[in-house]
């Protein structure tokens, strides 16, 4: 005759699968967080060859779509034709970093672009981004900003030089590992640079908090992997 589970046999298997579980969920979610960080990583490196694609066919720069214009964000609307690319770019993927999933109505991220409006989920659906998870570290044509937008042979370190990267990392955000959902210091994010090369690097934030102390407006101190304009 067939002996039945006791209460207790039963109780113990359910106890182990209950802990097998709680072994595996954080593989799943760190597995599942690195493929989203190496698609990011992919997105950038295919836009970073864009970008020096165009500056070979322009004079080795990025060129603003006027003498005023702040190529940032419009800098994706030259980038058609090098990622071959023709219809609309409102729904680009290679634009969108899957783990930019930013509250954009949150006052306070609202307040690190307080330019235009933003509201809703992800940088990359904003149409004050020009729907992109990612940006161009350059200015207007006639700045007098030392930024990437300078010819590019006139980079004078273009491996620590940003070209592009993650919003989240011009802002003291984080899309890979946040520790919390604002600005905080060493935050990771992947950056693209005049040399070719993809990381995935801290950024230095200042402490100061909104768009004032954005890392975008200053160069890091000594020891980090990169630099936001020539000194």
Known sequence: MKRA??????????????????LLVPVVNKA??????????????????ALLMYADDHADVIRGLTNGDKVYFSYKDSMGPYLSRSGADTNDT???????????????????????????????????????????????????????????????????MVLAAEDSGALGLSTHNRKQPYQFNNALNV?????????????????????????GLYNPPGGYEYEWFAD
């Open 191 to 215: 950056m693209s640079f005049v040399d070719g090369h993809i990381s995935c690097i801290q950024i230095y934030w200042n402490g100061t908090t909104g768009f004032d102390g954005i890392p």
């Open 94 to 160: 290679v634009f969108a970093c899957p783990s930019d999933d930013f509250n954009c109505s949150d006052p306070k991220i609202q307040a690190l672009l307080p330019f235009d409006p933003v509201n809703g989920p992800s940088f990359y659906r904003q149409p004050a981004t020009h729907y992109s998870s990612y940006f161009f570290n350059g200015s207007a044509d006639g700045d007098d900003d030392p930024r990437a937008a300078r010819p590019f042979s006139q980079v004078r370190r273009p491996a620590e």
């Open 5 to 22: 589970f006791t209460l207790i046999e039963l109780l113990m298997v359910i106890a182990i699968i209950a802990i097998l579980a709680a």
């Open 32 to 49: 599942e967080s690195a493929g989203k960080k190496a698609n990011c990583i992919n997105n950038l490196s295919e836009i970073n060859r």
